[in-house]
């Protein structure tokens, strides 16, 4: 039974107006969407992001990924470490800080990533053409058409 301090309008405004649903609801299809676009390259798609910010002149610490990667410490080492058993990524301790380690990619890894990268344009493609330069209503409409929804209704 409903509240009467809670009514199902509240229920419908949120549906139709939270941003964080919508962008949660379009965050979850994008990563199925791009895990099976990877997967034959033998990446999900948390995987390829994390190698590709990898893939700079001088190997960064988990401290310099974390905040890029909208990740902590302790999700981030978890990540790396499949990364690294597949010999993907390497980690050495920092020159200049011991306490700190740097990560590289392999041999092995820039290659998976030269493997899935063409997946990953062809994606980024066909999702460009579902959107729109986005003001928060279209911001809206652009996270129900990456989800693949309709107007919400």
């Known amino acids: 039974m409903l509240d009467p301090d809670l009514p199902l309008s509240t229920t419908l405004e949120v549906r139709d107006r939270c941003l964080c649903l919508h962008t949660q609801r379009a965050a979850r299809e994008l990563a199925r969407l791009f895990d099976a676009a990877l997967r034959p390259a033998g990446?999900?798609?948390?995987?390829?992001?994390?190698?590709m910010a990898?893939?700079?002149?001088?190997?960064?610490?988990?401290?310099?990924?974390?905040?890029l990667l909208g990740m902590d410490r302790t999700t981030l080492t978890a990540?790396?470490?499949?990364?690294?058993?597949?010999g993907l990524v390497v980690a050495a301790p920092d020159r200049d800080d011991r306490r700190s380690r740097r990560l590289t990619l392999t041999d092995t890894?820039?290659?998976?990533?030269?493997?899935?990268?063409?997946a990953w344009r062809a994606t980024h493609d066909a999702l460009d053409a579902r959107l729109a330069l986005p003001d928060?209503?279209?911001?809206?409409?652009?996270?129900?058409?990456?989800?693949?929804?309709?107007?919400?209704?």
């Open 43 to 51: 990446l999900t798609n948390g995987q390829f992001s994390l190698l």
């Open 54 to 67: 990898l893939n700079r002149p001088e190997a960064p610490r988990i401290a310099d990924l974390a905040p």
């Open 79 to 86: 990540a790396l470490k499949p990364l690294q058993r597949r």
């Open 109 to 118: 890894g820039r290659a998976a990533l030269k493997a899935a990268l063409p």
């Open 136 to 153: 928060p209503a279209q911001l809206r409409h652009a996270l129900d058409a990456v989800a693949g929804r309709g107007a919400p209704g």
